[in-house]
C-alpha cells in the first residue's frame, strides 16, 4: 500500500510540473498571457487593416465623384457656351460661396484685439479702437495669405 500511495504521489508531482511547463513558456512567461497579448495584437492590426481599407474607399469615392464633377462641366461647356468668358463666370462663381479667409480673419482680428486693447488701456474706449484696428490688420494678412495657399485669392 505504502508503494502504490507513493506512485500516486510522484505521478501527481510529475503531472503538476507538466502543467506548470505547459503554462509558462521557454523563458518563463505565462503562455496565457502571451496569448492574450497576440490577441489584441491581431485585433489592433485588424483595425489599422480596416482604416487602411475606409480611407481607399473614400479616395475612390472622392475620384468618382471629381470625374462626374469633370463630366458635368463639359456637358455645360457643351450646351451653354463656346466662349471661355461664360465658363471662367461659372467656374469663379461657384468658389465665391461664405466669407473668405481674409474677411473672417478681419473681423475675428478686430474682435480681439478689441478686448486685448479694452483690457489693456482702460481710458474712453481707446485702446479698444486701436487694438481692434490692429487685430483687424492682422487678422487680414494672416486670412489673405490663407486665401492665396487656397487658390481663392490670386
Given at each position: 500500500?505504502?508503494?502504490?500511495l ?8 510529475v ?10 513558456g ?6 496565457v ?6 490577441s489584441?495584437?491581431?485585433?489592433r492590426?485588424?483595425?489599422?487593416l ?23 462641366r ?10 471661355s ?5 461659372q467656374?469663379?462663381?461657384t ?22 486693447g479694452?483690457?489693456?488701456d482702460?481710458k474712453?474706449?481707446r ?13 487680414y494678412?494672416?486670412g489673405?495669405g490663407e486665401?492665396?495657399?487656397?487658390g481663392r485669392?490670386k
Amino acid at each position: 500500500m505504502k508503494t502504490i500511495l507513493s506512485l500516486v504521489a510522484i505521478a501527481a508531482i510529475v503531472a503538476a510540473c507538466n502543467s506548470d511547463a505547459k503554462m509558462n513558456g521557454a523563458n518563463g512567461t505565462d503562455v496565457v498571457a502571451q496569448k492574450y497579448k497576440d490577441s489584441l495584437k491581431m485585433v489592433r492590426d485588424s483595425l489599422k487593416l480596416d482604416s487602411f481599407k475606409k480611407a481607399e474607399a473614400q479616395k475612390k469615392e472622392q475620384e468618382q465623384a471629381a470625374l462626374a464633377a469633370q463630366a458635368r462641366r463639359e456637358n455645360s461647356v457643351r450646351h451653354t457656351s463656346y466662349s471661355s468668358t461664360t465658363t471662367q463666370s461659372q467656374a469663379t462663381q461657384t468658389k465665391k460661396k461664405g466669407w473668405s479667409s481674409a474677411a473672417k480673419g478681419a473681423v475675428i482680428g478686430a474682435g480681439a484685439g478689441a478686448v486685448g486693447g479694452a483690457i489693456i488701456d482702460k481710458k474712453n474706449g481707446r485702446g479698444a479702437i486701436i487694438g481692434g484696428l490692429i487685430g483687424a490688420g492682422t487678422g487680414y494678412a494672416i486670412g489673405r495669405g490663407e486665401d492665396k495657399k487656397s487658390g481663392r485669392a490670386k
